[in-house]
């Protein structure tokens, strides 16, 4: 069982930024950042390739968001800058068991996940 923790979602007002951060398992990883708003399903917005090496973004994230992640320390962070109300949303992470350069935009893909942290963006 990998478990997964993220931290750093709250309350922000429209144009500020968040950082979430998620305690990744030992051993790295491909993983990824996705977001469920209320009453919506949850969708993909950030995945990582195990290595730091590629990263891909969903469109209306790109050049706000961005996904690293430190090995050394176990961690996959997500910086959100310029941030919108309609970012408002339950933020996941989640791995995959595997290592390599494919990055997946889907859930089915993905083999563990956090609790999810809440952002709010205020208008």
């Known amino acids: 069982q990998v478990q997964l923790v993220e931290s750093g979602g709250g309350l922000v007002q429209a144009g500020g930024s968040l950082t979430l951060s998620c305690a990744a398992p030992g051993r790295p990883l491909n993983m990824g950042w996705f977001r469920q708003a209320p009453e919506k399903e949850r969708e993909f917005v950030a995945a990582?390739?195990?290595?730091?090496?590629?990263?891909y973004y969903t469109g209306s994230v790109k050049g706000r968001f961005t996904i690293s992640r430190d090995n050394v320390r176990n961690t996959v962070s997500l910086p959100m800058s310029s941030l919108k109300p309609e970012d408002s949303a339950v933020y996941y992470c989640?791995?995959?068991?595997?290592?390599?350069?494919?990055?997946?935009?889907?859930?089915?893909?993905?083999?563990?996940w956090g609790q999810g942290t809440r952002v709010t963006v205020s208008s």
């Open positions: 989640a791995v995959r068991l595997y290592r390599g350069t494919d990055n997946s935009l889907s859930e089915s893909e993905y083999h563990y």
């Open positions: 990582i390739t195990w290595d730091g090496g590629i990263r």
